[in-house]
Nanobody, 125 residues
Framework: QVQLVESGGGLVQAGGSLRLSCAASGRTFSSAVMGWFRQAPGKEREFVASIRWSGGSTSYADSVKGRFAISRDNAKNTVYLQMNSLKPEDTAVYYC??????????????????WGQGTQVTVSS
């Protein structure tokens, strides 16, 4: 079992920044990939970014490229999502997840086995 706990959400004005953290515990594997997803009210959960524990290769949704940065600290089993230049349309519950993906992108929710409880990010205009 893997436990994922997100933190760092909150209320921020448009143009501001937030950093989300996802602490992983339990059976984490170096071959796994970590992803950030988000879900706004009435919308489907969508991919934001992913990173591999081993090697650190990353992938981003087009909507966040250049504004968000995903990183990991293997020693702490923690993944981060630095969010800059936030927009009202970034408002959502943000989830981290762990899964396995052999290709590029790793954007499909079905690739991920374990999910955190989510943290709310609200961007005011």
């Amino acid at each position: 079992q893997v436990q994922l706990v997100e933190s760092g959400g909150g209320l921020v004005q448009a143009g501001g920044s937030l950093r989300l953290s996802c602490a992983a515990s339990g059976r984490t594997f170096s071959s796994a990939v970590m992803g950030w997803f988000r879900q706004a009210p009435g919308k489907e959960r969508e991919f934001v970014a992913s990173i591999r524990w081993s090697g650190g290769s990353t992938s981003y949704a087009d909507s966040v490229k250049g504004r968000f940065a995903i990183s990991r600290d293997n020693a702490k089993n923690t993944v981060y999502l630095q969010m800059n230049s936030l927009k009202p349309e970034d408002t959502a519950v943000y989830y981290c997840a762990q899964g396995y993906c052999s290709g590029n992108g790793c954007s499909r929710t079905t690739l991920y086995n374990y999910w955190g409880q989510g943290t709310q990010v609200t961007v005011s205009s």
